[in-house]
């Protein structure tokens, strides 16, 4: 894995550093100078390593700032003395004001504090200068050991999520997932001011398939009902396993109206043709829909649009099943609420 470096000084700076370092070829490096540049890098395409020159303004501003963002802070920061009167100041102290400064960079947000001695510096040796250039290198080396760290804990925490938010069954999204995107796509509904509608769906007299066929088929039934529903669901649309046989769909950007579309059409694909359990098992089932729209006064976890929704679904299991009822084709079923609403 290639390290990706950003380099927060001046290309003079950079010159400075070892020709290991400025291998592109080994590293992905980059070098900005400008404060508001380098932050707005950081935060579009974090880097696993950066490189401070100590000597440009806001530099100790940097670190701290980078340990202060939570998603952020992995990053290994290196801030490299270059400043002329603190490292001619280092040539006449001991070793006790030394450690005090390198204790201060770490406080402050500093992962690594180095001395960066100028080529040209009178009180440069060889020695010391090789010494920083592989200190330099050791540093990048624990810079990619953390960014390796850190990935492998992503890719372990994403694998650890997808399993918590889907359905093991049929591979759609579960309950806790519904949950948790629910909100977020009521607030940017809202946001936006575009309609959001969702569908309830139960798959009609399921029990009696279980009981006539066992378990096993009523899995299998379950897995071959939610491809053919995934298969026909447009792109702004997300499925659901609710619980048992019962299913949500949110419909982004879709009126009450279209919903009761999107609805009728999944109730006609599901009840037309028969599901092929195997060479000897066909099974014909219905499923009953409810559907509902977003409201101004429903509440921002989304409870009172599942609620209505569901309402509609049992409205529709009581007036006989494999049917659609939503708001729009209640209120045209009912004369009171017609008065009401016009």
């Given at each position: ?28 490096v980059?070098?900005?100078?400008n ?50 009167h ?59 050991r ?51 509608s ?8 399921f ?22 529903l ?19 769909i ?19 694909i599901?009840?037309d ?20 729209c ?29 049917r ?19």
């Amino acid at each position: 894995m290639n390290i990706s470096i950003l380099v927060f000084g001046s290309d003079r700076f950079f010159a400075t550093l070892p020709d290991r370092s400025r291998d592109r070829s080994a590293f992905s490096v980059e070098v900005i100078a400008n404060l508001d540049q380098v932050v707005s890098r950081i935060q579009n395409a974090p880097p696993d390593v950066i490189l401070v020159q100590a000597s440009l303004d806001g530099s100790m501003g940097l670190c701290s700032w980078l340990k202060e963002q939570t998603k952020l802070s992995w990053i290994h920061c290196i801030l490299l003395e270059d400043r002329t009167h603190v490292l001619t100041e280092r040539s006449n102290r001991d070793y006790s004001w030394e450690s005090e400064m390198v204790s201060a960079a770490l406080c402050q947000g500093a992962d690594a504090y180095m001395w960066w001695l100028p080529e040209n510096a009178s009180f440069d040796s060889s020695a010391e200068s090789t010494a920083q250039e592989n200190l330099l290198l050791a540093q990048l080396t624990v810079g990619l050991r953390k960014a390796q760290k850190y990935r492998d804990l992503i890719r372990t925490n994403d694998l650890l999520s997808a399993i918590a938010l889907s359905d093991a069954l049929t591979e759609l999204n579960n309950r806790r997932a519904l949950e948790w995107d629910l909100p977020k796509l009521i607030h940017q509904a809202r946001t936006q001011k575009t309609p959001l509608s969702l569908i309830i769906l139960d798959v009609d007299y399921f029990k009696k398939v279980n009981d006539t066929y066992g378990h096993l088929v009523g899995d299998r039934l379950l897995q071959l009902l939610c491809a053919r529903l995934r298969h026909n669901l447009r792109f702004q649309d997300t499925p659901f396993r609710y619980g048992g046989e019962e299913f949500v769909i949110i419909l982004g950007n879709t009126t009450c109206e279209e919903a009761s579309l999107v609805a009728k059409r999944l109730n006609r694909i599901i009840g037309d043709e028969p599901f092929v359990i195997n060479n000897t098992l066909s099974i014909k089932v219905t499923i009953s829909l409810g559907t509902a729209c977003l409201r101004n006064d429903d509440d921002a976890k989304g409870m009172s649009l599942l609620h209505r929704a569901d309402e509609y679904l049992l409205e529709a299991k009581a007036s006989g099943r494999d049917r659609v009822i939503g708001c729009d084709e209640y209120i045209s079923q009912q004369p009171h609420l017609r008065a009401v609403s016009s």
